[in-house]
């Protein structure tokens, strides 16, 4: 999904437990489009602007601000478990969204791939500074149910190797849905937390207010002028309690379970047989049943939420 401008559209088919994508979902396998990370280089973009506003701390906000600063990328990291499992998920969240709900809310409605939607942001004193966001898909025909436009975030939490979905919008997520919600202007987004045992959908609704703000708060990280300390605190603290706010106003819309969660393995760096795709699955899962101790697998809800 990531690294293409281009709309193509998304398939499924329920029936099967394993389902291939176009080869566009490179990141299934870890794989990313050297051109989209080389349009985000240098640039503060959605998924970093939670670290940015201080929500993980201020050593947090001051190593990003001097990566970017250098020119770097912020994509760029070491080895994670956390974040393999996400990349190699996303597909199967986006799989399972497309099949399990938005089929039957809005049989007329197409996910397309999208990709990285640039944008500008500046604050009163002349700060300004080029930013963007890369939704996971952005939803064709559906105005009649959503108006306003509707994009698609996939979050798979791996939680330490116990991976079960959200029940409910984390505050420190918000700068990032609202960023993409900011720069595709959609007035709607649909946040998927996937995992093999179960899956929820969430609603989130722009809030202009909180865009405007956010976007000040942006313009004087990307500035990195040492005046601009006092009014950045101001600008950010304001963004970290309406986040929380945002957050407890977010809808649970779909409750999916596991019998319905979509597992997706394929890829350009992966096309193998739809058998042996299947039983790499399905060995997937049953180590992750034997990491909890050979108990059955728990209900998608049954390990409270993740806070953290």
């Excluded at 799989?95 to 944008?119: I, K, M, N, V």
């Excluded at 919008?169 to 946040?191: E, I, N, Y």
């Excluded at 937390?193 to 708060?217: I, K, N």
Aim: charge should be positive; aromatic fraction near 6%.
């Amino acid at each position: 999904m990531r690294g293409s401008s281009s709309s193509r559209p998304l398939w499924c088919e329920r029936s099967r437990r394993t389902v291939p994508l176009q080869e566009q979902l490179a990141r299934v396998c870890g794989g990313v489009n050297a051109r989209w990370l080389e349009r985000r280089r240098g640039r503060l973009t959605a998924s970093h602007f939670a670290a940015a506003l201080g929500f993980h701390g201020k050593a947090s906000a001051h190593r990003l601000t001097r990566k970017l600063g250098a020119g770097a990328s912020a994509d760029v990291q070491q080895s994670d478990p956390g974040v393999d499992w996400g990349q190699r998920h996303e597909a199967s969240g986006l799989a399972t969204y497309l099949s399990s709900y938005l089929s039957a809310a809005c049989p007329s409605a197409e996910a397309h791939e999208t990709g990285f939607w640039p944008f500008e942001v500046s604050h009163p004193s002349g700060a300004r500074a080029s930013v963007g966001a890369t939704p996971d898909a952005i939803v064709r025909g559906a105005e009649q149910v959503w108006p306003g436009g509707l994009v698609v975030e996939v979050k798979c939490p791996f939680r330490g190797g116990q991976p079960a979905p959200h029940v409910k919008v984390l505050p420190r997520m918000m700068p990032q849905l609202q960023g993409q919600l900011l720069a595709t202007g959609a007035a709607t987004l649909h946040l998927v937390s996937w995992s093999p045992y179960g899956s929820t959908v969430f609603r989130v609704t722009a809030d202009l207010d909180y865009q405007r703000e956010m976007g000040e708060a942006l313009a004087l990280v990307a500035r990195q002028a040492t005046g601009d300390g006092e009014e950045l605190g101001r600008l950010s603290r304001a963004v970290r309690e309406r986040s929380v706010v945002l957050a407890k106003r977010s809808e649970r819309v779909a409750l999916i379970p596991p019998s319905e969660c979509v597992s997706v393995y394929d890829g350009p760096c992966a096309r193998v047989h739809e058998a042996l795709a299947i039983s790499i699955v399905e060995t997937e899962m049953t180590l992750h049943q034997r990491a909890r101790s050979e108990s059955d697998p728990p209900s998608a809800f049954g390990v409270g939420p993740i806070d953290a």
